[in-house]
C-alpha cells in the first residue's frame, strides 16, 4: 500500500468521535422515547384524569350549601334579620291555628301548625323557635293538652318576615289524644274524651297569639 492511500484512512481519534456522536444521538432518541412512554408526574404512564387525585380541577364547581329553615318553619323569602330590624307585634304579625282536618276517627292523630302572616308594610324580626311556639288544645273551660308541658331542648330561631308574606310550621306536631300536664311527661298519660267530643287548638309564637281557634272533632 502506498503512503498517498495510507493518508486518506481517517486516523483513530476520528473514529471515537464519530462512535461518540452515534451513540449520543442513540441515547437521546432513548430519551424522547422515555418521555413519550413515562409521562412526568404519572406512575402508570396513563394521563390522570382531572380532579383524580382528589384536588378539585380548575372548571370544577363547589356545590353550595342549602340554606337551611329556622327549626319548626317552613323557609320564607328572607330570613337573615339584621340588627336594627324593627321587631314584629301582634298589630304586624297575625297567627293562626291548623289542624288536617276538621273530625278524626278512632285512632286518628290530630297533626297540629301554625301560621304566621306579616300584615303590615315592613318587613319585620320575630323569634319563631320552638321555644316560643305554643299549642294548646282545649274543650270547654278545660285545658287539655300544651306543647310546652313536655318540651324537650326548646330552640330559638330569629328570622325577618318580609311584608305580606306567609311562613307556616313544619312538620306539624302529631298530638296522641291524651291530657298532658307537667308532671306526667315519664308517666303514660289517660286518653281524652272522644265519641265526637269537640275540641279547639289555640296557637302563640312569641307571645302573639292566634285570633281564633282551630276546631275539631274526635271520635
Known amino acids: ?14 473514529y471515537r468521535r464519530r462512535r461518540i456522536v452515534v451513540l449520543l444521538g442513540f441515547l437521546a432518541i432513548v430519551a424522547v ?18 380532579g383524580a387525585s382528589g384536588t ?24 337573615s334579620a339584621q340588627e336594627g330590624d324593627p321587631q314584629c307585634t301582634a298589630e304586624t304579625v297575625a297567627v293562626e291555628a291548623h289542624t ?16 304566621l302572616t306579616n300584615t303590615g308594610d315592613v318587613a319585620c324580626t320575630i323569634d319563631v323557635g ?34 305580606r308574606k306567609t311562613i307556616t310550621s313544619n312538620p306539624a306536631i302529631s298530638w296522641d289524644r291524651t291530657r298532658s300536664t307537667a308532671d306526667t311527661c315519664d308517666d303514660e298519660r289517660p286518653g281524652v274524651p272522644a265519641g265526637g267530643a ?15 281557634s282551630a276546631q275539631f272533632l274526635l271520635y
Open 33 to 50: 422515547i422515555a418521555l413519550v412512554v413515562f409521562r412526568p408526574g404519572s406512575s402508570s404512564g396513563q394521563e390522570e384524569e382531572p
Open 56 to 79: 378539585p380541577s380548575a372548571s370544577a364547581s363547589t356545590p353550595a350549601s342549602p340554606t337551611e329553615a329556622p327549626p319548626g318553619v317552613s323557609p320564607s323569602p328572607s330570613a
Open 198 to 212: 269537640s275540641y279547639h287548638l289555640s296557637t302563640s309564637v312569641a307571645g302573639i297569639a292566634s285570633a281564633e
Open 100 to 115: 288536617d282536618k276538621s273530625t278524626y276517627q278512632v285512632g286518628e292523630l290530630p297533626q297540629l301548625s301554625l301560621s
Open 130 to 163: 320552638t321555644s316560643q311556639q305554643v299549642f294548646t288544645v282545649t274543650s270547654g273551660q278545660d285545658t287539655y293538652w300544651t306543647s310546652t308541658d313536655c318540651q324537650v331542648e326548646p330552640t330559638n330561631a330569629i328570622m325577618l318576615l318580609e311584608p
Open 1 to 14: 500500500m502506498s503512503t498517498r492511500e495510507r493518508s486518506r484512512r481517517p486516523s483513530k481519534a476520528v
